[in-house]
């Protein structure tokens, strides 16, 4: 069974759409990240939450808006897709000292 | 200056080669310290921890150097599968209800060839 999952794989669209991808951890994990990986391969983090509460929210623009259901589901909605957001998008779940990753959604802005 | 910073390589090595990665950390609260394996393509993998008195995993030794405020990986007898980006992590504490960010170095990518 996959630990973290995320779904699209990939996401290929035009400039100004909204596109959601979702992220699912069966790890039993009270915390979960969205990171972004650009171009030059920097890894960043954007948000995290704790049990459905917003923990980190990093200076992202508020285009991008987080969204947890439930402590097993963290999405990760994005308005008015900009070129700029082209990247590698990772979701991640921490346990007592690791972080474990999804595969990453690559997002391709048009 | 970044928070996390490596050398982004590529260190190109022949097989049996050892090979030192470093890395240095701005925040004196920097908590705890990792290193990760990304394959091209994939997502970051826990490859270890770093421990104040230094630890070893079969051919991978990492230290820490508070004082100076760097960490470093050594690989030793490299093999073709070492080849990846190796990235460095740092934990920092961001309140007192033990939440924490972990901020990763941009990566030190290794090429290890026959």
């Known amino acids: 069974d996959t630990a973290v999952s995320q779904t699209p794989k990939y996401l290929v669209t035009q400039m100004g759409n909204d596109k959601s991808i979702k992220c699912e951890q069966n790890?039993?994990?009270?915390?979960m990240y969205w990171y972004k990986q650009d171009s030059k391969k920097f890894l960043k983090i954007m948000f995290s939450?704790?049990?459905?509460?917003?923990?980190i929210n990093e200076t992202v623009p508020n285009r991008f808006s987080p969204k947890s259901p439930d402590k097993a589901h963290l999405n990760l909605h994005i308005n008015s897709l900009e070129l700029g957001d082209s990247a590698v998008y990772f979701c991640?779940?921490?346990?007592?000292?690791?972080?474990?990753f999804g595969p990453g959604t690559r997002l391709t802005v048009l | 200056r970044k928070e996390v910073e490596q050398d982004p390589g590529p260190f190109n090595v022949p097989e049996g080669a050892t090979v030192a990665f470093n890395c240095t950390y701005s925040?004196?609260?920097?908590?705890?310290f990792f290193w990760y394996r990304q394959d091209c393509r994939k997502e970051p993998k826990l490859l270890m921890s770093?421990?104040?008195s230094g630890n070893e995993d079969g051919r991978f030794t990492a230290q820490l150097n508070r004082a100076s405020q760097y960490i470093s990986l050594l690989i030793r007898d490299s093999k073709l599968s070492d080849s990846a980006t190796y990235l460095c992590?740092?934990?920092?504490?961001?309140?007192?209800?033990?939440?924490?960010?972990?901020?990763f170095g941009s990566g030190t990518r290794l090429l290890v060839r026959p």
């Open positions: 991640a779940s921490k346990g007592d000292n690791e972080q474990f």
């Open positions: 790890l039993g994990h009270d915390t």
């Open positions: 939450y704790n049990n459905k509460e917003l923990i």
């Open positions: 925040n004196s609260a920097s908590q705890s």
């Open positions: 770093v421990y104040s």
């Open positions: 992590a740092v934990n920092i504490r961001l309140r007192m209800d033990s939440s924490y960010k972990l901020i």
